[in-house]
């Protein structure tokens, strides 16, 4: 059963250090998430990318964050200069659809510890 | 504001008793409820979409049913490996895009 990967499982990196956070959807899918959920949190969205751009991004998603598909398989996250709070598991997700039949497959997680 | 709520926040339960999870919203135009199963450190498993009021949908020991304003997740004599966190999800908007997660019911099934 196809499923969505991520690396690392684990990152761990000192305050200010640009952490890239690596995901492959699922490989007929066309749309592209990346969720936190900070420690006994709940799931927040952070971005959705499709076509090569970015469709919709939370207030949490900064000038610190970008997105991209660097070519047809892998869809990375990078944290320009990490901060202790962006402690967190990183999810990414992709979907075939949008809109009304829109069911998201997440990845394992990577569990980013900034120190 | 759209809000998803959950409840209890925390469940045990003996092995095959039966109970019910709650999920209640207020997003305005509904597009859908989406209930995941969450192992700890792990990402959300999808389980079941429901788009109706009405809507039944069921997977094994698993039944979700759906209301205007809120949705139930139904479990029938659960085993010890049903016990993770159960999430409720809703998309913000007509696109589907941004999920807003309910802080999810954390199920425990005791042999």
């Known amino acids: 059963e196809p499923e969505v990967t991520q690396t690392p499982s684990h990152q761990v990196t000192q305050m200010g250090q640009e952490v890239i956070l690596r995901c492959v959807p699922i490989?007929?899918?066309?749309?592209f998430y990346w969720y936190r959920q900070i420690l006994g949190q709940k799931v927040e969205f952070l971005v959705s990318f499709y076509n090569n751009e970015i469709s919709e991004k939370s207030e949490i998603f900064d000038d610190q964050f970008s997105v991209e598909r660097p070519d047809g398989s892998n869809f990375t996250l990078k944290i320009r200069s990490t901060k202790l709070e962006d402690s967190a598991m990183y999810f990414c997700?992709?979907?075939?659809?949008?809109?009304?039949?829109?069911?998201?497959?997440f990845g394992p997680g990577t569990r980013l510890t900034v120190l | 504001e759209d809000q998803v709520t959950q409840s209890p926040e925390a469940l045990r339960l003996q092995e095959g008793e039966s109970s019910s999870l709650n999920c209640s919203y207020t997003v305005s135009g509904l597009r859908g409820l989406f209930w995941y199963r969450q192992d700890p450190g792990k990402g959300p498993e999808f389980l079941f979409t429901l788009y109706s009021a009405g809507e039944e949908k069921e997977k094994e020991r698993l039944k979700a049913t759906l209301t205007k304003k809120e949705s139930f997740l139904h479990i029938t004599a659960p085993k010890p490996e049903d016990s993770a966190t159960y999430l409720c999800a809703v998309p913000r908007d007509n696109y589907g895009q941004n999920f807003v997660f309910g802080p999810g019911t954390r199920l425990s099934v005791l042999p």
């Open positions: 997700a992709s979907s075939a659809n949008r809109g009304r039949f829109n069911e998201q497959f």
């Open positions: 490989s007929n899918h066309l749309y």
